[in-house]
C-alpha cells in the first residue's frame, strides 16, 4: 500500500511567512511617515517664499509693510493679505494673497508675523506701512539649506 502525502504548509512555515510580513509592512511604515514628513517641511518653505512675495507686493504698493504683532497667519485675522486691510479676515483693495497657508499639522508651530519700524527689530511697529517684518516657523527636519528647527523668514530671506 502506497500512502498519500497530502501538500500544505506547517504552522511555523506560516509563522515565518507572517513574520517576515510584518517586518516589511513596518518598514514601510517609517520610511512613509519619513517622507511625509519632508513634504511637510517642502511645504512650509514653498509657503514662506509664497507669503514674502506677496508682501513685496503689499511693499510696492504702499512702501512698506503691513502692521502686526505675533499674528498667526493663516487663520483669523492673517486669513489675507489686501492693499487696504493689511493681514485680515477680510479682503480690501487689490488682494495679494486670498488665502494666507496656515502651517501643515501635524507637527512645527504655526507661522508668526510681527512688523517692525526698522530693520533692527527692536521696535514693534503699530500702525502700517512698516519698514521691517519678520516670519516664524519651524520646520521637522533639514530641508535644502535649512536645519531642523526654528526659523525666521525675513526681507532679506530666509535664515
Given amino acids: 500500500m502506497k500512502q498519500k502525502i497530502v501538500g500544505g504548509f506547517t504552522l ?7 513574520a ?9 511604515v517609517v520610511s512613509l511617515n519619513n517622507a511625509r514628513a519632508k513634504a511637510r517641511d517642502a511645504k512650509r518653505v514653498s509657503d514662506i517664499r509664497q507669503i514674502q512675495t506677496a508682501l513685496e507686493l503689499f511693499l510696492a504698493d504702499r512702501n512698506g509693510y503691513p502692521a502686526g504683532n505675533d499674528l498667526v497667519l493663516g487663520a483669523g485675522a492673517g486669513a489675507s493679505l489686501s492693499q487696504d486691510n493689511g ?10 494673497m486670498g488665502r494666507v497657508p496656515a502651517n501643515p499639522a501635524p507637527g512645527a508651530t504655526d507661522y508668526k508675523y510681527t512688523s517692525y519700524t ?6 514693534v511697529c ?29 526681507p532679506s530671506g530666509v535664515n
Avoid: K, M, N, R
Avoid at 493681514?87 to 495679494?96: K, L, N, Q, R, W
Avoid at 502700517?128 to 525666521?152: K, M, N, S
Fill in 126 to 154: 503699530a500702525g502700517a506701512p512698516c519698514a521691517w517684518y519678520q516670519i516664524e516657523f519651524e520646520i521637522e527636519d533639514q530641508v535644502g539649506g535649512l536645519t531642523e528647527g526654528a526659523h525666521i523668514a525675513d
Fill in 20 to 28: 517576515i510580513i510584518g517586518i516589511l509592512s513596518s518598514l514601510a
Fill in 87 to 96: 493681514f485680515s479676515a477680510t479682503a480690501g483693495g487689490t488682494t495679494y
Fill in 12 to 18: 511555523i512555515e506560516l509563522l515565518v511567512v507572517i
Fill in 118 to 123: 526698522s530693520s533692527a527689530a527692536a521696535s
